[in-house]
């Protein structure tokens, strides 16, 4: 997102490398994530939103500690307490609580349940951006704009009304839908309070947020407050956690730049390719190739997301500590 006059370092060809590598992390992510809970002990817990919000606290809570050490390695300090307090960081905290422990517990139990099919549809969040925003920032809606909604809707329901049914899929098509909003509230509150904080620091506020809400509040509640330790005692699935917490570091913090470089709307479109990353992975991982009537839907959800994205015009907001952004 350019400042002032100038263009900021890497220009948008680097910005646009940023978002595809968003989506490439963010694809990974998911199917390590979605792995874990495939093994024990997360396989065998009990409940539907159990296994979900013991991976989702346990990557959250490894990526906020993975970025701690980053920030301090970095000579940087660690959660802006004052800042918190602040407009900016009241939003931060909503958007931490609608995207973090909300959004990704939503979308893990969405992967948990209808797989790969779930991608499309959460992919729909910038949409649900553009809502949000003209509701609460009062930003317009162009023709273009309602016409990458309508091509968007479009591309899910070909996801979501083709293919054998199986069951829980229709549960599992609702938790990602849920996720998307929860992302575009998420996208929103960020971009407005990166006006006045850098992004690192408003993605370590989020998953420390997240990752204490789910493990210290959520879990306990369920009953599974134990599920953290015992989840200890498996390496392989500690190392899907790793690596997916990893990742999770690596696709914010590629997307941060491309919003930074092409402006929100353009980075949310560009992450929304992690449906594609996702299919190619899972085909080779799983050999399981998409049907045409999936492949189609994938196809038309990202063009809508792209003419969204075409749509904003100009960045609205400005972003803070442009020299943060590394």
Not at 154 to 164: I, K, Q
Not at 169 to 190: E, K, Q
Not at 245 to 273: D, K, Q
Request: proline share 6%.
């Amino acid at each position: 997102m350019e400042t002032g006059g100038e263009s900021p370092p890497g220009g948008p060809s680097g910005g646009l490398l940023n978002g595809i590598l968003s989506g490439l992390c963010f694809a990974l992510y998911s199917l390590l994530a979605a792995g874990a809970m495939g093994l024990p002990p997360l396989a065998g817990e009990p409940g539907f939103f159990a296994a979900p919000l013991g991976a989702a606290g346990i990557n959250d809570g490894l990526s906020a500690l993975l970025l701690f050490i980053h920030h301090r390695r970095k000579g940087r300090r660690g959660i802006p307490g004052a800042a918190l307090k602040t407009r900016h960081g009241r939003l931060v905290i909503l958007g931490a609580l609608a995207g973090g422990p909300l959004a990704n517990t939503l979308y893990l139990a969405a992967l948990k349940t209808a797989g790969t099919q779930a991608m499309p549809i959460s992919a729909l969040y910038p949409l649900f951006g553009c809502l949000f925003a003209r509701l609460f920032l009062k930003q317009g809606i162009s023709l273009r704009i309602l016409a990458g909604m309508g091509i968007c809707v479009l591309g899910a329901a070909l996801v979501s009304l083709t293919g054998p049914p199986e069951p829980g899929l229709s549960a599992g098509w609702l938790c990602a839908l849920l996720a998307a909003a929860g992302w575009g509230l998420d996208g929103v509150c960020s971009a407005y309070a990166m006006e006045a904080m850098p992004p690192g620091a408003i993605l370590l506020i989020r998953q420390s947020l997240s990752g204490f809400t789910l493990l210290f509040l959520a879990l306990p509640l369920l009953g599974s407050w134990s599920l953290p330790v015992r989840t200890a005692a498996f390496p392989l699935t500690v190392l899907c956690l790793l690596g997916s917490s990893c990742f999770t570091v690596l696709s914010y913090l590629n997307w941060y730049r491309a919003n930074h470089r092409l402006g929100v709307a353009g980075g949310m479109a560009l992450n929304g390719t992690y449906i594609f990353w996702g299919a190619a992975l899972s085909a080779l991982w799983f050999r399981r190739l998409p049907s045409r009537e999936n492949a189609l839907g994938m196809i038309l959800t990202l063009g809508g997301m792209a003419l969204i994205a075409l749509g904003r015009g100009k960045p609205v907001f400005r972003i803070a500590g442009d020299k943060e952004v590394r």
